[in-house]
């Protein structure tokens, strides 16, 4: 419940009223036409992967960075999982916390206003973190990765995947074409996975991999890495 309270106190305001309500339902609308648009934020096969991939075990506390509406999210709270969901806009934590809520996962998923930047999470908290197509947002590499290792337990996982749309091997490419030619709807930048890799360890991790790779028969930049479990590493 808690995830739906925010918008509804505003509803007894005298003239206000039908200004917060119009509102309201503004956001509503929006949400339910961002819900039926985005199918594969419902539920993704590159998500799905990414879990498999970290093979998180039941009882571990794991982090979804840029959670969205919860498609890896509700994958790991189905393995047992305690899942940290971290999403700083607000419409989507509040699909997430109903959706977690009608699947029964309820107690399973801890919804995080925060960013990659500063999850807000406690440090050396988490087993196994992951972001799915979230990168090209972060304002700030290394303020992300400082953040995600800072927030990692010793021995914690790490995988970064951002597909890459771009690509004519990508079975989504054909469907982004028309925001491809569009120059105004490229508001997101690429992410280079030698970048990320550098920045990673910077801060202190051991990473893996970091190139261009294949999930779920997409090509993605996908960056693995785990935190050292000893300091001298
Ligand atoms: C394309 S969606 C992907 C959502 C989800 N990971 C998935 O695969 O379905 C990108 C998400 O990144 C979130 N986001 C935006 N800026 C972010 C940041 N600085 N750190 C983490 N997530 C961010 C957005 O709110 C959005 O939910």
């Known amino acids: 419940m808690e995830a739906m309270d925010h918008d509804s106190h505003h509803h007894d305001h005298g003239e206000d009223h039908a200004h917060h309500e119009h509102e309201h339902d503004q956001g509503f609308k929006a949400m339910l036409r961002y819900v039926r648009h985005a199918p594969e934020m419902w539920s993704s096969e590159v998500n799905t992967a990414v879990v498999e991939r970290l093979a998180p075990m039941a009882g571990e506390t794991v982090m979804d960075i840029g959670a969205g509406i919860g498609a890896g999210t509700m994958v790991a709270a189905k393995r047992g999982c305690k899942v940290m969901a971290v999403e700083p806009t607000p419409y989507m934590r509040r699909v997430l916390g109903l959706r977690s809520l009608v699947f029964g996962q309820r107690e399973n998923v801890e919804i995080v206003d925060g960013t990659a930047e500063a999850t807000t999470v406690r440090e050396n908290s988490i087993d196994a973190a992951w972001a799915v197509n979230t990168m090209h947002h972060w304002s700030n590499l290394e303020a992300g990765v400082g953040e995600l290792v800072r ?20 079975p989504d490419y054909e469907r982004f074409g028309a925001m491809r030619t569009d120059e105004h709807a490229h508001h997101f930048h690429d992410v280079d996975p030698e970048v ?5 360890k910077a801060a202190g991790a051991s990473v893996e991999f970091a190139g261009m790779g294949e999930i779920a028969g997409r090509p993605a930049v996908i960056v693995e890495a785990t935190k050292p479990s000893s300091s001298s590493e």
Request: charged letters at 25%; glycine letters at 12%.
């Open 151 to 170: 927030v990692l337990a010793p021995g914690g996982r790490l995988l970064l995947v951002d597909e890459d749309f771009d690509s004519p091997e990508h």
């Open 196 to 200: 990320v890799g550098t920045a990673l």
